[in-house]
């Protein structure tokens, strides 16, 4: 059994995506959906895109979300840091 102290390691791609990133609020209520993987996640309106902009974006790298599309795709853009 781990030490109540010690932190799992990530076992998914969303728990490493997501850990110290802030994605879960950035991608909270959106749909994503990979355009090269056989990878989709969440639920509402679909973000898509290949694999690497969306976990680019999903880390809040403004520059990845220019290469996503669908009705989403304005949410997320709004949550990217400035």
């Excluded at 974006?57 to 709004?78: D, F, H, I, K």
């Amino acid at each position: 059994m781990p030490d109540q102290g010690q932190q799992q390691p990530p076992t998914t791609l969303m728990d490493m995506a997501c850990a110290g990133l802030r994605a879960r609020s950035r991608i909270r209520g959106l749909r994503l959906q990979a355009t090269d993987l056989d990878w989709a996640f969440g639920k509402g309106p679909e973000v898509r895109g290949p694999g690497e902009a969306l976990l680019m974006a999903m880390a809040g790298r403004r520059q990845a979300v220019g290469e996503l599309t669908s009705p989403g795709q304005p949410r997320l853009a709004a949550r990217m840091p400035t």
